[in-house]
């Protein structure tokens, strides 16, 4: 948690009373907050009399170097050692840097110019007045402004997300933040929102290159997006799925996983739609085209989706053999678990939770979309004068254009129903006409 402000008064004071109020809230999960900046730092501040100092001819950078050479020394010479050279630093000994009454007590040596350039010694504690006070141990900036940070690490049977999205709640909460002071959660959660936002434009851009590669192949806008949703439903399996199972979602694998799916599931739209398009050319009515498709097609989507899933099996449930110990001991050292298996189960179980709910939807939704966009299809561009409502069907403009598709249908029937009524009619009076 970032506290961020230019005052540092009020950062200091909004940093404290925040970590006061967390710890009191108790959040569960948080082992202990922890304060990046050390407020109460003590230190020994030397100020220069500078009265004093000029009474007796001193100035402030001699002071100053003197007590420095002292502490941390100071290069008087040079040693060369065939091609090595080594710097001689001069300075007191630990035991006098440690102590400062010896510190105070150091004799600064000069020569005094008012006195015809007398040798002169002073202690230094003539010269200086001593306040013990406590200061910051460091100051840290972010995008220019002070920043104070509250780390924190989650206990175990915690997820980080759900101690963040608590934490959230508990900072909403927090009152009395001053103007100019900034609350913000970073970490983790910061990192897996950036990561969700990158693969969520991973998947924008794979599903509009699908789209304008199934747009080239079968020339249809409406089949293109059919397919497409086929990505839409394999999503929903996989939320169902995590959420039936109760499995913790990985933000970056499931979502690698979707994205993959995104370019497995497509496979079985196509293989339905493409060979329903073949029998409508060789003459079959739609309806029967598309059952024909699925019954005909529905060997090769299952036995794709079952190799994928099968395949993925060992890996989702952290199946390890030790090949080596096999083949030289005859002991393959079997096991489930392990690291390996905590990172790849999220994707793992993702492309099978998609892969097994696409399958079914490859049978059922495909077919009957397939068979609404064809019926609707003349009747829509007769409805609104021309080909270009196909391009409404296109994310995100399909929210517009399945209000118009529910309205054209709605037309259809009613046409269709006073054909109907009319065809009847005719054929009534001239049964009747051929009766008397």
Do not use: C
């Amino acid at each position: 948690i970032e506290i961020a402000s230019e005052d540092f008064d009020k950062l200091t004071s909004t940093a404290k009373r925040l970590k006061q109020y967390l710890d009191s809230v108790h959040v569960p999960g948080v082992e202990e907050l922890k304060m990046d900046v050390d407020l109460t730092n003590p230190e020994i501040t030397l100020t220069v009399n500078r009265e004093r100092a000029q009474i007796e001819g001193v100035s402030t950078a001699q002071i100053g170097q003197q007590i420095r050479t002292a502490l941390f020394g100071r290069e008087v010479s040079k040693i060369k050692i065939g091609e090595d050279e080594y710097k001689i630093q001069l300075r007191n000994e630990e035991m006098q840097r440690n102590s400062l009454s010896d510190l105070l007590n150091m004799k600064l040596v000069f020569r005094d110019q008012a006195a015809g350039g007398a040798i002169k010694q002073i202690p230094i504690t003539t010269l200086v007045d001593v306040d013990y006070t406590s200061t910051f141990g460091s100051i840290k900036r972010k995008n220019v402004k002070r920043v104070i940070t509250l780390t924190s690490n989650v206990l175990s049977g915690f997820t980080p997300t759900e101690v963040n999205a608590k934490l959230k709640t508990a900072i909403d909460n927090f009152k009395k933040v001053p103007v100019g002071v900034t609350i913000e959660q970073t970490g983790e959660g910061a990192q897996q929102a950036e990561t969700g936002a990158f693969l969520f434009k991973a998947l924008i851009i794979a599903l509009m290159l699908i789209l304008l590669i199934l747009v080239l192949q079968f020339n249809s806008i409406s089949k293109s997006v059919i397919i497409l949703t086929e990505i839409v439903f394999s999503v929903i399996g996989v939320l169902l799925g995590f959420g039936i199972t109760g499995m913790e979602v990985s933000v970056v694998m499931t979502g690698i996983g979707i994205v993959g799916l995104a370019g497995i599931v497509v496979k079985n739209g196509i293989l339905v739609i493409e060979f329903a398009d073949e029998l409508r050319a060789r003459g079959m009515k739609t309806r029967e085209a598309v059952i024909q498709a699925g019954k005909t097609r529905i060997i090769p989507v299952m036995l794709t989706a079952l190799a994928a899933m099968l395949a993925l099996i060992p890996l989702a449930i952290g199946f390890n053999i030790n090949f080596v110990t096999m083949f030289s001991d005859l002991n393959p050292h079997i096991f489930f678990g392990g690291d390996s298996a905590s990172f790849w189960k999220p994707l793992s179980w993702t492309i099978i939770f998609g892969l097994a709910f696409a399958f079914f939807m490859t049978l059922v939704i495909v077919p009957s979309m397939y068979l609404i966009a064809e019926r609707l299809r003349r009747p829509m561009r007769r409805q609104y004068g021309g080909k270009w409502i196909s391009i409404m069907g296109i994310p995100p403009l399909i929210l517009l254009f399945i209000p118009l598709m529910i309205t054209t249908m709605i037309i259809h029937i009613r046409e269709a129903a006073k054909r109907r009524r009319r065809i009847g009619k005719n054929t009534n009076e001239k049964w009747a006409g051929s009766w008397y």
